[in-house]
Structures are given as structure tokens and as C-alpha cells.
């Protein structure tokens, strides 16, 4: 019998990357879930990213410590607010973490390499989102194209690495529904970025917004925790 | 009197680094340099990098903390021995780090952004050096493409993100004549991959024979610590 074949999925403990683990798995992957500590406010997300990927059958969960608060810049690692106004307009948000996406998926080329993996997952989409550049298919093509010459492994030609965001032309419903159907048990996931120290979500951030408004177009209630 | 532009400089300690900076700093900029306490085995570079920073006029030093042990696979970081003989052929040898300069740009990425820069260098050369696929143009150029993807800064506008590799097409000998008409003391420089406790350089691994044919071409003597 062939074993399966390894992928990467980076996992936030979020609602989006969890059913990104659970697209993984049911595509026949042997799941390695990466996470980051970054100096994210949100740092429960973590606990979450734990549940999730032993929830989903990760074969291992690395978690990456970086610092991401010496350049600052962000209210997801500063002392700047988190708007709770729901009026982002047409500008990128505060939220936004410089260049996030690119380190992340760079530290998922490193694990990939040295597992052998040739699929780095990533929650990704441009459909309900935050704005953020980095989260547009041009920027996945283009980090795709980047990486299969970046490292050992992809010179080596055996095959193409690909970055693989399933989600990206979901909207959040299609999203929250997929993880249904895969059996995506979302009270273990976390995604709001102005949490109360309990790990209680605000309700009220964009992240939150979103998540309910998903939830809401199927008929349902977020099962994560609220005050 | 208009202010200098900003640009970030990957510095590592080495050679390459340090005459980059000074280019960068030729060139009109107000240099950041950047470097990684990455595990690697020769963190004595570390204290290079900041002598490097301090007589070539860097504006700051950051150094972010990363740990590339977790994924392992290379001998700068693992315990794998650091070759000696010589005998590097056609091959990628183990001294390459998986994604090394794709993460070490993307915090470059990250770190422009905040600072508000529009240039970040890096000492990547493909004349004589070792192999690794993450130093040919063909990376450089794709990583450039991804970066103006990628960012808040960059999907602005306002201009182009440059990724500049000034030593790309330089032989060893030629940086070093470059660096030496700057004003770069290479004496305060480290390149090698295996030194003993007190940071004397072995002269026998990958690095310290490239650059010690540097200096012979030049009739000079490398002016790095020796035993």
C-alpha cells in the first residue's frame, strides 16, 4: 500500500484554516499543521490551532516562534486599536500584518522541503475577506511561481510544489458549509482578534462580523464563544 | 534638503553583506540593516553583523529572532558536519538551508513596509558560490514579482519594490575590489561556516575558500582571524 503523500497546512486555529485541514485530509493528504506565535494579540488562537489539529487528524503540529512586533505597524501585535465600527470601506484595515501571508508560507516551503511535501495549504480567500493584498490569487500565483525556484526541492524538478488555497473563491456560507459536510466541529475555532483574556470573542471585529454573517446565510448561530 | 531614501540590507556578517551595505549606502540610501539569529552554528557572525552595522553607518540593526532547527536539514543548524574537503561538485551541498533567503526577504519585505523603504538588499551572488538555488537571478526576480503582490505599500503603487542583488554577476575578487574601494574593512567580517569557540575561521570549509581565493586573485591576504 503507497502512504500519502505529506502536505503543509497553515493553521491559525481559525475558522478558515481548519476547514482547509479538513479539505486536506479529505484529499488524501497526511496533514502537517504549522502555526506561528507572532506576537498576535489573539494568542488563544493558538489553544485553538491545538484543538483543531488534533480534532482533524494532523500528524504533527509545529508551532513557529517569530517576532513580528519589532516592526510594528499592525493592531493585530501593536497597541493600536481593533475597530469594532464595521466600516472598513475600501482601505486595507489596521488589522492588517505586514507581509504575514509571505512569512508564513515561506516558513511552510521550509517545512515542505525537509518533510518532502510537495502542497503547502493555506486559508486564503478573496471572497469575505479583510482586504488584505495578500490574500488575492495573483499574490498566491505569483508566490507559487516564486517558490519553485527557491528551494532545494523544487530545482530538483521531480514535480511542481503547489500552494493551495481551496478556499479562495468561497465565500464565507460555502466556506462554514464545506467544513460541515467534512465534519468541521467550529467551537474549537477561534477568530476574533480582540478576544476578552477569557478567550470570549467580541462579537463586534471585522473577523467576528464575517464569521457571523457565514453563519447567518446558512441558518445557523456561530457556536463560538460569546459574552 | 530632502532626507535620503531608507533601504533595508540582509546582513549577515560576511563578506558579501558588508560591501553590500556600503554599496546601499553609496547609492544615497539611509540603510536598516537586517539579520537572523536563525540557529545557525556560527552565531559569532551575529557579532560580525553588528560591528559590520556600526562601521558602515547602518541607521539601526534589527535582529529577529527565528528558529530554523525545528524544521532541521542543514548542516549550518543540525548536527551534520560542515564539509571541509573541498569537493562540493554539481551538487546543492548540505550546508544549504531550506527557504533560507525566501524567509530572510520576507521579513526584508515586512520590515520596508513599516519603515516606508522601496529597496531591499541582499548579498546574493551566482559566481562563485555555492549552488544554493535561492542566490540565482531567476529567484531574485521571481521573489521581486511575488513582493509587489504582496504588501499594502506595494499594491499602493506609488512605485516598484526593488529586491537588489548588487554582487549577482560579481566573482568573488570583484566584490571584494568593490568593497575595498568603499572603505569596507574585511578584517570585521565573518564568513565561516565551521569556527572554533573563540571565532577563528577554519580556512577549509565552502565559504572560507571562496573567499580566500577572493583575496588571492587580488594578490591580498583574506584578512578574516585564522588559527
Known amino acids: 500500500m503507497q502512504s500519502k503523500p505529506k502536505a503543509v497546512v497553515l493553521l491559525s486555529g481559525g475558522l478558515d484554516s481548519a476547514t482547509v ?22 494568542e488563544v488562537e493558538l489553544a485553538a490551532a491545538e ?30 486599536a481593533v475597530p469594532h465600527d464595521g466600516a472598513s470601506g475600501d482601505e486595507i484595515p489596521v488589522t492588517y500584518v505586514p507581509a504575514r501571508n509571505t512569512i508564513f508560507l515561506s ?25 488584505y493584498p495578500d490574500c488575492r490569487p495573483e ?7 516564486m517558490a519553485n525556484l527557491a528551494t532545494k526541492q523544487t530545482v530538483s524538478g521531480e514535480r511542481r510544489l503547489g500552494i493551495r488555497a481551496p478556499l479562495m473563491h ?5 466556506t462554514i458549509q464545506r467544513g460541515l459536510d467534512l465534519g468541521v466541529d ?21 473577523s467576528c462580523r464575517l464569521r457571523d454573517r457565514g453563519f447567518a446565510e446558512l441558518g445557523l448561530t456561530d457556536p463560538a464563544r460569546r459574552p
Request: aromatic share 12%; proline share 3%.
Open 51 to 80: 484543538r483543531v489539529a488534533k480534532a482533524l487528524g494532523a500528524v504533527r503540529h509545529a508551532v513557529v516562534d517569530i517576532d513580528l512586533r519589532q516592526f510594528g505597524g499592525s493592531a493585530l501585535t501593536d497597541d493600536i
Open 170 to 174: 468561497l465565500s464565507k456560507a460555502q
Open 139 to 145: 499574490f498566491i500565483e505569483a508566490y507559487e511561481a
Open 21 to 42: 485541514l479538513a479539505i486536506a485530509r479529505a484529499e488524501g493528504f497526511e496533514p502537517y499543521a504549522l502555526s506561528f506565535r507572532y506576537g498576535q494579540r489573539h
Open 186 to 206: 467550529y467551537s474549537l475555532t477561534h477568530s476574533c482578534y480582540d478576544p476578552a483574556p477569557d478567550g470570549t470573542s467580541c462579537g463586534s471585529c471585522d
Open 107 to 131: 516558513f511552510g516551503l521550509a517545512y515542505a522541503e525537509t518533510l518532502g511535501a510537495w502542497d503547502v495549504f493555506i486559508g486564503a480567500s478573496s471572497v469575505d475577506y479583510s482586504g
